[in-house]
């Protein structure tokens, strides 16, 4: 094989190994903000159930679940723009 064709090759599967790893990177990102949004909304119902049962202690968890997602979405965000520099700054090719 020709030691050109080699390097491209090898340029190719390591390009496409790093494009792969951003991406589960961005799907966990992903299912995190899910997860966290999901305990959020938990929170915030039981909360407000307990609001209505005359507990005004409750609104602090409501602010609480908030802020949650708030630090969720920052996280996030974080996240899939480092994912995104990864795969746009790694070299294509080798050459």
């Not at 949004?37 to 307990?50: C, K, Y």
């Amino acid at each position: 094989m020709n030691p050109a064709t080699i390097r491209l090759a090898g340029a190719g599967r390591a390009y496409q190994s790093v494009a792969q790893s951003t991406a589960i990177t961005i799907q966990d990102a992903t299912d995190y903000l899910r997860n966290i949004s999901t305990v959020a909304s938990t929170s915030a119902g039981v909360a407000m159930a307990m609001l209505v049962a005359g507990n005004p202690n409750a609104a602090n968890i409501i602010e609480e679940a908030q802020t949650l997602v708030q630090n969720a979405v920052s996280n996030y965000t974080l996240m899939t723009k480092a994912a995104i520099e990864v795969a746009t700054s790694y070299p294509k090719s080798f050459g």
